[in-house]
């Protein structure tokens, strides 16, 4: 546990200190929902207004996006020889990549309420019942945390630094094919089969429903258990794969 | 009981594929020794120091550090040792003194930052970001956080190559202390005079076995001679001194086997006296070249 910490405290620092990977976290989340409500919302038609509609996708995209980044942190960090020192001491094998996880969390929450601050400018209307908005934070905590997780693993799997980044991009393009941005119903039947069925689907169901105070129904059953199984099985796998390394 | 050793290594094989890399390593070292692996690149020490400091499992044979199976009771070897890699593993994003605190805490270690600092000349780079810290300065920090909990056992591979001479001396002074301090340590190099200067034992190591074992001295004196050579004046002066001291005869100068200064005078004194004196000498110990050509 003190060695988590003290790896928290490092990834932390390497965060803020890493302008440039910092500023991308923070603003292109930003930019991305700027572009989805202002270029692209016009030409989408839902029930009710857009930007209600496409908020919580955004949000959701934003932070499987940003999560993801850990693949590249944990691939930089194999990379070079300080890793090597860590491996050599008698401590466990998780506590580098706890440092990691706990961290991207951490940048992910601050970009989160950038993006949710901006969505509040630009006309986003969401309830204001506490409740809602404490599930909501809940059921984001545990997407980033799954993400995250899952990431570390792809980023130890991963050769070196390009294939990690890689990883970012899967996260950023599995949310268009999903409710996100457009309703499932509006696909294809192919595609619209996959968009019903992958993780995201629920999760972004549910968050809008939570959001828009709407009836939320089974989906967060779907939500949470695809959450709690990404962040155990992310989990054992990284810890397999920093051991084995 | 038998405590014998800290470090034992026996059989040690690997392979990478089809790259044998180890083919049979043995080695021990008593507690408070400095044992050096001297050798070439690809002869196979690196893969040695990580097969001992846990961070590779041999394929055949078995290890123990400070009494400790390396493979079956790593954590408890992990706990006795410290690893300087040939890579220097400092975080560049931080500090000196936070790459320190950092390591202090993970080693459940008293703080002893500001000690390393000064005795490894870093104080005026403490608070500096590692990346921007040069060559020099890395290695000396990295040295410092293997430091911070005195380990029984060191590894150090390839300490000082790439370092200016200030540098590679003060890396040498460190060794030296803890070594003195009961700290066994195991350092590679490719340098003889680094394993000569560090070492109580050498280990020549080449195409994944021990060639040979012994003291510096044991090991100079099977390869042969410090020889000196000889310019002269002209060709004619070089051709008649070679008459009378034998010697190899090199494209402008002689090369003649001595031990010793006196012997050099000696040499000098035979020269004078014959009217056959040289105009300037070069003295030279057997080089790393030397020990393998005779010894592998």
């Known amino acids: 546990m003190t060695d988590s910490l003290t790896f928290i405290g490092r990834s932390l620092r390497h965060s803020v200190r890493s302008v440039d990977a910092l500023l991308t976290a923070l603003f292109l989340p930003v930019g991305i929902m700027l572009m989805f409500v202002y270029v692209f919302g016009g030409a989408i038609q839902t029930d009710g207004r857009y930007v209600d509609y496409v908020v919580p996708g955004i949000i959701v995209l934003c932070a499987g996006f940003g999560s993801a980044g850990t693949a590249v942190a944990v691939a930089l960090d194999m990379t070079s020889g300080v890793i090597d020192r860590f491996r050599t001491l008698p401590i466990s094998a998780g506590a580098v990549l706890t440092g990691h996880v706990t961290a991207s969390v951490a940048r992910n929450v601050v970009s989160t309420l950038l993006v949710v601050g901006v969505a509040l400018i630009s006309g986003f209307r969401p309830t204001t019942l506490p409740l809602n908005w404490l599930a909501a934070a809940g059921l984001l905590l545990l997407l980033m945390t799954a993400i995250s997780w899952i990431s570390a693993a792809l980023g130890l799997l991963a050769r070196n630094v390009e294939a990690a980044n890689a990883v970012t991009f899967v996260a950023a393009f599995a949310p268009y094919v999903s409710s996100a941005f457009v309703p499932a119903e509006s696909m294809p039947s192919g595609l619209r089969w996959i968009a019903e069925h992958q993780p995201v689907t629920p999760i972004v169901d549910t968050l809008r429903a939570l959001m828009l105070d709407l009836p939320v129904g089974n989906a967060w059953i779907a939500a949470v258990a695809w959450c709690a199984a990404g962040i155990v099985l992310g989990r054992a796998a990284a810890a397999y794969l920093f051991a084995r390394r | ?296």
């Open chain 2, 1 to 296: 009981m038998c405590m014998a050793y800290t470090i034992e290594a026996e059989d040690l094989c690997k392979a990478f594929g089809e790259t044998r890399v180890l083919e049979g390593v043995d080695l021990h070292a008593e507690r408070g020794e400095v044992l050096a692996l001297l050798g070439p690149n690809g002869a196979g020490k690196t893969t040695t120091v990580r097969i001992l400091a846990t961070l590779l499992e041999p394929d055949r044979g078995t290890a123990r550090v400070a009494g400790h199976d390396v493979v079956r009771e790593r954590r408890a070897v992990r706990a006795a040792i410290s690893l300087t890699a040939q890579e220097a593993a400092v975080d560049g994003l931080l500090t000196g003194a936070e790459n320190l605190r950092m390591m202090a805490r993970l080693r459940r270690a008293g703080d002893r930052t500001r000690e390393l600092l000064a005795e490894f000349g870093l104080e005026h780079a403490a608070d500096r970001r590692v990346e921007t810290y040069s060559g020099g300065m890395r290695r000396r920090l990295d040295i410092a956080m293997s430091l911070v909990s005195r380990p029984q056992v060191l590894f150090l591979d390839e300490p000082t190559t790439g370092l200016d001479p200030r540098s590679r001396a003060a890396v040498w002074d460190a060794v030296k202390h803890l070594a003195d301090d009961g700290t066994t340590i195991l350092l590679t190099t490719q340098y003889l005079e680094e394993a000569d200067r560090l070492a109580d034992r050498i280990a020549l190591v080449a195409g994944g076995r021990i060639a040979a074992e012994g003291t510096a001295d044991e090991l100079k004196s099977r390869v042969g001679r410090e020889t000196v050579e000889l310019f002269f004046a002209d060709a004619e002066t070089l051709e008649a001194a070679a008459a009378v001291l034998g010697g190899r005869r090199g494209e402008s100068s002689l090369h003649v086997g001595v031990a010793g200064a006196e012997d050099v005078r000696r040499v000098l004194d035979e020269l004078a006296e014959r009217g056959l004196p040289a105009t300037r000498i070069a003295l030279h110990k057997p080089t790393l070249d030397d020990v393998f050509l005779a010894l592998t």
